[in-house]
């Protein structure tokens, strides 16, 4: 079993829709989360932090964490076709000192 | 004014060589961080240092050495270079603390070995 699960994609979804994008982690005693955008080319970029049980708003995103699942998502409102990118869910270890990544989930918004 | 740095962007080498990559902060973090990018975008962390101090180092050939002179430095020096090293390699960053590890990262040196 990976650590880091999440759905390759791609994920295509029409200008406007709610885009959602899903993550489980195998560590039970993970602590904190992350979401991180990349677009073609570029560098990842953090979008959501989220530590606590529950949904955690900015702006058109929520991240969604539910610790006895081992599962957390991340939901984009009013999607834009410069949402269009990999998303890749990052799991910090259990000890604090590692960051484990999925492998990504490619969106792509429909104008 | 950019927050992680890295250099040179684009390394093309061929097989046997030695070569670096040299990554900088200007963030004040104390940690940092080298990720391997391979060809199918999968992101794994290489090495970490926390104030100069290596407390990751991941399955990685010890022909990769990372070496930290100082907490806004952190460089990557690969000896006998192999076609399965082309990847691109992100430098970054974070404040260490109570679990709380968001990563900036630098904008990556794409490596190909030919």
């Known amino acids: 079993q990976k650590e880091v699960e999440q759905n390759s994609g791609p994920l295509s979804v029409p200008e406007g829709a709610i885009a959602s994008l899903n993550c489980t982690y195998s560590?039970?005693?993970?602590?904190?989360f992350f979401w991180y955008r990349q677009y073609s080319g570029k560098s990842p970029e953090l979008i959501m932090s989220?530590?606590?049980?529950g949904d955690k708003e900015d702006g058109r995103f929520t991240a969604q964490l539910n610790k006895a699942s081992q599962y957390v998502s991340l939901l984009i409102r009013d999607s834009q076709p410069s949402d269009s990118a990999t998303y890749l869910c990052a799991v910090i270890s259990t000890g604090g000192f590692k960051t484990i990544f999925g492998a990504g989930t490619r969106l792509f918004v429909k104008a | 004014d950019t927050a992680v740095s890295q250099t040179p962007k684009y390394l093309v080498t061929q097989m046997g060589n030695d070569k670096s990559i040299k990554c900088e902060q200007n963030l004040g973090h104390d940690t940092m961080y080298w990720y391997k990018q391979d060809s199918k975008k999968f992101l794994k962390i290489m090495f970490s240092?926390?104030?100069?101090?290596?407390?990751i180092n991941e399955t990685v050939p010890n022909r990769f050495s990372p070496k930290s002179p100082d907490k806004a430095h952190l460089n990557l020096h690969i000896n006998s270079l192999e076609l399965g090293d082309s990847a691109v390699y992100f430098c970054?960053?974070?404040?260490?603390?109570?679990?709380?590890?968001?990563?900036?990262f630098g904008p990556g040196t794409r490596l190909t070995v030919t």
């Open positions: 970054a960053s974070s404040q260490g603390g109570a679990m709380i590890y968001e990563q900036y």
């Open positions: 240092y926390n104030n100069k101090e290596l407390i």
């Open positions: 560590d039970r005693g993970s602590q904190s």
């Open positions: 989220i530590y606590s049980n």
